[in-house]
């Protein structure tokens, strides 16, 4: 594990406060924003926003009814998942980050810290004790989670987020309870090293630790799993004020599992021949196709392997040479039939 020196965000926080000019949360968390910028690489600014509010998110969570994993997935390794999780856990409450945990390790720790689990792209696979953890991971999103083992009921609420290589192992159950962060390729202005940055880190600490309270539960309007666990990050946006509200808006409809998202089928199909009319190509890798239509303002981040069940859908699959690919010829004959 590895975890930054105490930051003084307990007693020490107020005479913190006092010797730094007054901010508003909006600024706080603008702040943050830039500052993650420098680090990590997303090509839209509501995956900066996410990020940064979950993070405040871990500063109150006895004031939440529900609480989102966050998953940084990438379809290969260099992508900067790793770097994401640091910076996220930079400004989270006491954030711990492990390669992997016992069940034991995890029923410590996730009451009093938000915890990141590396690398874990056999987590729900080959682990030898996934099925507990899998348990821990989903009753542990409610303030009301316990796991019931031989000394009693241990409960297992707490902010958790986990990085690793998409391999479609993970159940669809615990898929329900987390919001994802595709990562991309993408070169940073900076290397992150948290210990350039200790005076900011304890600054951030100390300012989320007071603005956090006077934050409130808001209600969702529509009651499913899924506004349910963005209800956290939509409070501080309220909390926050101006643009903040719908900036959470904005990073709820981006980012969400692909086949949550109304007629994303059709809007995918329609993004193909926009490609294919700007790149006047025969083919398309499977990877250059999906990192193309995760720019769209009106699609949330899709991966190769989620985009593939939706060009099956209407009988278009991706053909193997070295590298997957998608052909014009195949397409044409649906965007006559669909589009």
Same mark, same amino acid.
């Given at each position: 594990?590895?975890?930054?020196?105490?930051?003084?965000?307990?007693?020490?926080?107020?005479?913190?406060?006092?010797?730094?000019?007054?901010?508003?949360?909006?600024?706080?968390?603008?702040?943050?924003?830039?500052?993650?910028?420098?680090?990590?690489?997303?090509?839209?600014?509501?995956?900066?926003?996410?990020?940064?509010?979950?993070?405040?998110?871990?500063?109150?969570?006895?004031?939440?009814?529900?609480?989102?994993?966050?998953?940084?997935?990438?379809?290969?390794?260099?992508?900067?998942?790793?770097?994401?999780?640091?910076?996220?856990?930079?400004?989270?409450?006491?954030?711990?980050?492990?390669?992997?945990?016992?069940?034991?390790?995890?029923?410590?720790?996730?009451?009093?810290?938000?915890?990141?689990?590396?690398?874990?792209?056999?987590?729900?696979?080959?682990?030898?004790?996934?099925?507990?953890?899998?348990?821990?991971?989903?009753?542990?999103?409610?303030?009301?989670?316990?796991?019931?083992?031989?000394?009693?009921?241990?409960?297992?609420?707490?902010?958790? /987020?986990?990085?690793?290589?998409?391999?479609?192992?993970?159940?669809?159950?615990?898929?329900?309870?987390?919001?994802?962060?595709?990562?991309?390729?993408?070169?940073?202005?900076?290397?992150?090293?948290?210990?350039?940055?200790?005076?900011?880190?304890?600054?951030?600490?100390?300012?989320?630790?007071?603005?956090?309270?006077?934050?409130?539960?808001?209600?969702?309007?529509?009651?499913?799993?899924?506004?349910?666990?963005?209800?956290?990050?939509?409070?501080?946006?309220?909390?926050?004020?101006?643009?903040?509200?719908?900036?959470?808006?904005?990073?709820?409809?981006?980012?969400?599992?692909?086949?949550?998202?109304?007629?994303?089928?059709?809007?995918?199909?329609?993004?193909?021949?926009?490609?294919?009319?700007?790149?006047?190509?025969?083919?398309?890798?499977?990877?250059?196709?999906?990192?193309?239509?995760? /720019?769209?303002?009106?699609?949330?981040?899709?991966?190769?392997?989620?985009?593939?069940?939706?060009?099956?859908?209407?009988?278009?699959?991706?053909?193997?040479?070295?590298?997957?690919?998608?052909?014009?010829?195949?397409?044409?004959?649906?965007?006559?039939?669909?589009?």
């Amino acid at each position: 594990m590895t975890t930054l020196p105490a930051p003084p965000e307990t007693a020490d926080a107020p005479d913190l406060l006092s010797t730094l000019p007054h901010e508003t949360l909006a600024e706080t968390l603008d702040r943050l924003v830039e500052f993650q910028k420098r680090f990590v690489y997303h090509p839209h600014e509501s995956t900066y926003d996410l990020t940064v509010l979950w993070a405040a998110h871990t500063h109150a969570m006895q004031t939440w009814r529900a609480t989102p994993r966050l998953y940084i997935v990438a379809p290969e390794r260099g992508c900067g998942k790793s770097t994401q999780a640091d910076i996220i856990k930079f400004a989270s409450h006491a954030g711990i980050r492990a390669g992997t945990s016992s069940t034991a390790g995890l029923f410590k720790i996730c009451q009093l810290n938000t915890v990141f689990l590396d690398e874990t792209d056999n987590l729900f696979s080959g682990h030898p004790e996934r099925k507990v953890l899998t348990a821990v991971i989903n009753d542990g999103y409610t303030p009301d989670g316990f796991v019931l083992r031989k000394s009693g009921a241990i409960p297992v609420y707490g902010a958790l /987020a986990f990085a690793g290589i998409e391999n479609g192992t993970m159940p669809e159950a615990t898929r329900q309870r987390c919001i994802p962060v595709q990562m991309r390729v993408g070169e940073p202005e900076e290397a992150f090293d948290p210990y350039d940055h200790i005076a900011y880190h304890d600054e951030v600490q100390a300012r989320l630790a007071k603005h956090s309270e006077s934050w409130t539960w808001v209600k969702p309007t529509t009651v499913n799993r899924t506004n349910q666990i963005w209800a956290p990050l939509h409070s501080i946006a309220a909390a926050a004020g101006g643009d903040w509200p719908k900036r959470a808006r904005e990073a709820q409809k981006r980012h969400q599992w692909p086949d949550e998202a109304e007629n994303l089928p059709n809007e995918i199909l329609s993004a193909t021949r926009d490609y294919f009319d700007e790149h006047k190509g025969d083919r398309v890798q499977s990877s250059v196709l999906a990192d193309y239509l995760s /720019a769209y303002d009106t699609l949330p981040n899709i991966t190769p392997k989620a985009l593939r069940p939706c060009m099956k859908a209407y009988g278009v699959e991706p053909r193997k040479i070295s590298n997957w690919y998608y052909f014009r010829s195949d397409l044409e004959p649906v965007w006559n039939e669909w589009l």
